[in-house]
């Protein structure tokens, strides 16, 4: 298996755009998380699903960002209008189950807002 | 917010010496994991320790837990430069099954050659 595979690894825009982050699990995994790695906060969780089925969003920070699973091998993250605090890595994770396996993390999309 | 809290910030230590990673957290936990993260990529799982165990041990890591203590620590023996990296901690809270993992902010560990 390939891993967790997120698209694109660099994204540079500018403020007020519209960004989507794209996220393709492992196969046969059944939950995905959103997290958010900035410098001042650290690994931030934003969203996770299970069975594509939004749990919690409780991370999420404002209405400005928005997040699917329409099926089990691929989530988008998008952000509408995208600000310069929006600046940071953002990672997708997923896992079979909540066991004993831990979550397998992507490479990480490095989003910059100018 | 922060569950776990990693001690030290930053670590710098010879190839070859003990590098020892502390991590303290809240509220009772399910479980507690330790991760890698090398500059510029994701994190790798490490290892994974229940609230019922005490210590366990992969390859030359080994991680203890003191749940009475709210505090778990993950000891990299004959470090090698491989190993520089940031390690981190996340906790499972214990009452619910939730998915929410979270994370401390990390020891910097740097093994020089």
């Known amino acids: 298996d390939a891993g967790v595979i997120q698209s694109p690894r660099h994204e540079v825009t500018e403020m007020g755009q519209e960004v989507t982050l794209r996220c393709k699990p492992i196969?046969?995994?059944?939950?995905l998380f959103w997290y958010r790695q900035t410098m001042m906060r650290g690994l931030e969780l934003l969203i996770y699903?299970?069975?594509?089925?939004?749990?919690?969003d409780s991370g999420m920070p404002e209405d400005r960002f928005s997040a699917k699973m329409p099926n089990a091998s691929f989530s988008t993250l998008k952000i509408q209008p995208s600000e310069p605090r929006d600046s940071a890595v953002y990672f997708c994770?997923?896992?079979f189950g909540l066991g004993g396996a831990g979550y397998t993390f992507g490479s990480g999309t490095r989003l910059t807002v100018v | 917010s922060q569950q776990g809290e990693e001690d030290p910030q930053a670590l710098s230590i010879q190839e070859g010496e003990n590098a020892t990673m502390n991590c303290s957290y809240k509220?009772?936990?399910?479980?507690l994991q330790w991760y890698r993260q090398n500059s510029g990529r994701g994190l790798v799982h490490l290892i994974l320790?229940?609230?019922?165990?005490r210590e366990k041990h992969s390859g030359r890591l080994r991680v203890t837990l003191d749940t009475s203590k709210k505090s778990s620590s993950l000891l990299i023996t004959a470090s090698r430069a491989a190993d520089t990296a940031s390690y981190f901690c996340a906790t499972r809270e214990g009452s619910s099954n939730t998915g929410k993992l979270i994370f401390g902010q990390g020891t910097t560990l740097q093994v020089k050659p």
């Open positions: 320790i229940r609230s019922n165990e």
């Open positions: 699903f299970n069975n594509n089925v939004p749990i919690d």
């Open positions: 994770a997923s896992s």
């Open positions: 509220t009772s936990i399910n479980n």
């Open positions: 196969s046969g995994h059944d939950y």
